[in-house]
């Protein structure tokens, strides 16, 4: 696609429940990102793959949260028995793969978790 | 542990007024630099980015900003805003450990310019 898709942009949710949330990175970029933004802060690092696997997780908060990328392309971020404290907007980029490449972000998901 | 601090919070600036952001990292090793910037209703984009060479760096919209490697700063300049330019800058930072890279983020800057 022509730039970095994310779906849902919004998704509500109980506390306890269990959320998907998607990105579909730019055709042909092998880095993708996943990073958390609370109001008035800056973007926090959760995750890092270069292809299917994980270069860099230790942006985790726990072990609630979980993120996979099968194939290399499209990412799913997994969040387990969530809390009101996980309510942010969860943003997506991608880059051609190496530190000096740009990072294109997507339009973010707001999770709310009531 | 690694930090990234913006200075100012919040700005407000008339049009033509010039403009410097500040941003500062704690880390004594090799580092890329970069300043993004969220437009409202916007995606984040990538301003400019210094990885080596000239320390001054020009971006798009006629920014540019200045590494200065003993001062640990990598401040954002403009020389005469526009209203466009209302929106929240992001100064980022890669560092390097060992085989470890990380990206840590400032809180951001929100500009707002008067027209």
């Known amino acids: 696609g022509a730039g970095v898709s994310q779906t849902p942009s919004n998704k509500v949710t109980e506390k306890g429940k269990y959320v998907e949330l998607r990105c579909d990175p730019i055709s042909g970029h092998t880095a993708l990102y996943w990073y958390r933004q609370s109001l008035g802060q800056g973007p926090e690092f959760l995750i890092y793959?270069?292809?299917?696997?994980?270069?860099?997780d230790s942006g985790l908060p726990n072990d609630r949260f979980f993120a996979v990328r099968p194939e290399g392309s499209v990412s799913t971020l997994k969040i387990q028995r969530t809390e009101r404290g996980d309510s942010a907007v969860y943003l997506c980029?991608?880059?051609?793969?190496?530190?000096?490449?740009?990072?294109?972000f997507g339009p973010g998901t707001r999770l709310t978790v009531l | 542990a690694q930090s990234v601090s913006q200075h100012n919070h919040h700005v407000i600036l008339s049009e033509a007024a010039s403009l410097e952001l500040g941003c500062n990292y704690s880390?004594?090793?090799?580092?890329?630099l970069f300043w993004y910037v969220q437009y409202p209703g916007q995606h984040l984009q990538l301003l400019l980015k210094y990885f080596s060479g000239d320390p001054l760096v020009k971006g798009i919209k006629g920014f540019e900003a200045e590494f200065i490697k003993s001062k640990f700063s990598f401040n954002l300049r403009k020389p005469s805003v526009q209203w466009s330019d209302t929106a929240e800058y992001f100064c980022a930072v890669i560092v390097y450990a060992g085989n470890n890279r990380k990206l840590i983020w400032g809180l951001g800057t929100s500009l707002a310019v008067n027209p």
């Open positions: 880390y004594g090793g090799t580092v890329n």
């Open positions: 793959f270069q292809g299917t696997g994980a270069a860099d």
């Open positions: 980029a991608s880059s051609l793969g190496l530190d000096t490449d740009t990072q294109y």
